[in-house]
Every structure is written in structure tokens, then in C-alpha cells.
């Protein structure tokens, strides 16, 4: 018997980014407004998510170096929302719980804006680094606040190359129960960048959705194939096997694949070669994933050169706050950057 699809978790889909300059509260607040009712939001709640990235927006011009917004739909386990990102890279904060609590403080605005967000959204978090930069995530839904949180909560971020509209990094997850429950997930860079890449990058995202497989060697053959037409990509997969509580890992080509847990850091290797023209026999490797684990596969568009020390008090936070600040930290501007990671919650 094959694997029960219970369905699609989360994936990239069409980020849009913001950069802070002059005009962005009005861009962000049309941009955000225009998600908001496409996912079909009522009335009183596009105004929330209106007002919710007019302080992001604020808050950045008035508070942040190299600022900008990320704002994107959400649909998960058939639930739609729109989520929420502001990212800059500093001065950061040194005091997060003062910065919510006190708006009236040396802080200035930025306190006020922080608390206001948190009262608007239906899930909100906030990661700063002093003197590094801050992400503020932000999420709204259909139906208001989502029930109980999920054992292992996942999430991810793309951002395109300067000058590209289309990104060519992807990621995708699905939950599987076969007969144990289980979490897919898949993370793609279409080689070069630009509409090709990101046309390899849905393709691969398709078949990684259609592919009846659980073993991640499978599901891989299965994205080859299906990009023997396109430019190629690397690519992983990734099966955390909830029950036994490890992950099997296989990928070909340049994605990092790691998992943090406390100070420690363990890297699971790629074979070399190129999804959709050159697949070697692709190797598995298992680790064990205890809860306070995380999962972290990006592309090369990230830096690797990083610790989980470097990162303090990121790992219990949201997913996708966790993708953002790591994509806000690593990121290098001269490629496409693509993150999914997935957090097993401390027990
Ligand atoms: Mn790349």
C-alpha cells in the first residue's frame, strides 16, 4: 500500500519583497491589502494585516539599516493566510520583552510598533540580534488563530537575485502517514537564475507534490525525472519519520542539509551531480531528530559558515522567523537564497 497524502504543509510560492525606502508603507500596505483579500480575509481582518505592515514599515525607516518586507500567502492543511516578514540588519534591539511591553521608552516608536503588531496578528514573534538585525514575522488567517501547535513546526523563505523578479530556489512539505506519521520535505535551486531556474524549481516542486514515494532516494529519482527537460537543480529530501524520531536525507548537487541541536551542528553530505541530468545512485544518510532538534536545508545562496551559538534563542522560536533570520544573517546577494527548516519542539 502506498503512503495517505494528509497533504501539503507549506511551501515557497511568490514571495514579495520590499525594500525600505520612502514609498514602502504605501507598497506594503496595497501589496498586503491586495494577499489579504485574495486569500479571502474579511474586511476587518485585511485591515488588520493593513495595519499590521504600515508599522512594520515605520518601524524601518524610522529604526533600521537595510531594511525590507517580505510578505507572502500561507496555505497549509486547507487553511489560507497571509504572512508577514520584516527583516533588516540592524542596530537591533537589546531588550525585546522592554521593547513590547514599553513603547514610550528609549526606544521610541519602535516599541509601539512591536506591540501592535503582536496585538493585530494571529501569530507573531520577533528575533533580535544586537547589533546584527531583527526579524518580525507575522501571520494571519482566514479563520483566526490556528489550533494546537504541531510537534514539528515548519517553514521557509526565497528571495530572487538583485534585478530578478522569479526566485529559482524553491521548498515544499508535505505530511505523510505510512502507516506512521511523517514529514516530506523538499528543498530545490534550478541552476543559474532567472524564469528558467524558476521554471526547473515548479517543476521539481510539482513532482516532489505528486510523488507517491516515502524513501527520500525515491521521491529524488522522482524530481529527476521530471526535470530532464528543464536546466537542472539541486536538490534534497528530506523524511522525518515522527514515531522514531530521526531523519533520512538524500540530495544531489550544492544543498547544505544540517541539524542543530543545543551548541551542535551536524552536517549530512550531498552526492555530487545535477537533478535532471545527472544522477548518481544517491546515498541516504540517517540521524537522529529528539525533540529541540532542528532541521535546516538551504541552498547555496546562503553562507554555511555559521553556528547555532551564533543564533541565541532562534531555535524555539517560529519556523518561518527561524528561516527569515537565517536568510537576513547568511544570505549572499549574488544568487538566489532558498531556506526550509523544521523544528521539533523541545519536550
Ligand atoms: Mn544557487
Avoid at 55 to 84: I, W
Avoid at 335 to 340: E, K, L, S, T, Y
Wanted: with cysteine.
Amino acid at each position: 500500500m502506498g503512503p495517505v497524502n494528509t497533504g501539503l504543509v507549506a511551501e515557497a510560492g511568490d514571495v514579495h519583497w520590499l525594500r525600505a525606502d520612502i514609498a514602502l508603507a504605501a507598497a506594503a500596505r496595497r501589496q498586503a491589502g491586495q494577499l489579504a483579500r485574495a486569500v479571502g480575509l474579511p474586511d476587518e481582518r485585511v485591515s488588520r494585516v493593513e495595519l499590521c505592515v504600515t508599522e512594520m514599515a515605520t518601524n524601518l525607516l524610522k529604526h533600521a539599516h537595510d531594511g525590507s518586507l517580505a510578505l507572502r500567502v500561507v496555505r497549509t492543511r486547507g487553511r489560507a493566510g497571509v504572512e508577514c516578514l520584516s527583516l533588516d540588519n540592524g542596530p537591533g534591539i537589546d531588550d525585546v520583552q522592554r521593547a513590547l511591553r514599553d513603547g514610550t521608552s528609549a526606544y521610541g516608536s519602535l516599541g509601539i510598533g512591536m506591540g501592535a503588531i503582536e496585538r493585530l496578528a494571529d501569530v507573531s514573534g520577533i528575533h533580535s540580534l544586537p547589533g546584527r538585525g531583527t526579524v518580525v514575522c507575522a501571520r494571519f488567517w482566514t479563520d483566526g488563530p490556528p489550533p494546537e501547535p504541531e510537534p514539528v513546526a515548519t517553514g521557509g523563505l526565497t528571495r530572487p537575485i538583485t534585478g530578478e523578479q522569479l526566485c529559482g530556489d524553491t521548498w515544499a512539505v508535505r505530511a505523510l502517514d505510512c502507516p506512521s506519521p511523517a514529514l516530506l520535505l523538499l528543498m530545490c535551486d534550478g541552476l543559474g537564475h532567472g524564469p528558467l531556474a524558476a521554471r526547473a524549481a515548479d517543476q521539481a516542486r510539482a513532482a516532489f507534490r505528486a510523488s507517491r514515494h516515502i524513501n527520500p532516494e525515491a521521491v529524488l529519482r522522482d524530481v529527476h525525472e521530471a526535470l530532464r527537460k528543464s536546466r537542472g537543480a539541486a536538490a534534497a529530501i528530506a523524511l522525518i519519520d515522527l514515531a522514531d524520531q530521526r531523519v533520512h536525507l538524500s540530495g544531489v548537487g550544492n544543498i547544505t542539509a544540517l541539524l542543530a541541536h543545543g551548541d551542535r551542528r551536524n552536517g549530512l553530505l550531498s552526492t555530487p551531480g545535477i537533478a535532471g541530468a545527472h544522477l548518481p545512485r544517491a546515498r541516504t544518510h540517517t540521524m537522529p531528530f529528539p525533540p529541540g532538534t532542528a532541521l535546516i536545508m538551504h541552498s547555496d545562496g546562503l553562507s554555511d559558515r555559521w553556528k547555532p551559538h551564533d543564533f541565541p534563542g532562534l531555535f524555539t522560536q517560529d519556523a518561518s522567523l527561524v528561516a527569515g533570520q537565517l536568510l537576513n544573517q547568511t544570505a549572499v546577494r549574488r544568487d538566489d537564497a532558498g531556506i526550509v527548516v523544521a523544528l521539533h519542539r523541545p519536550s
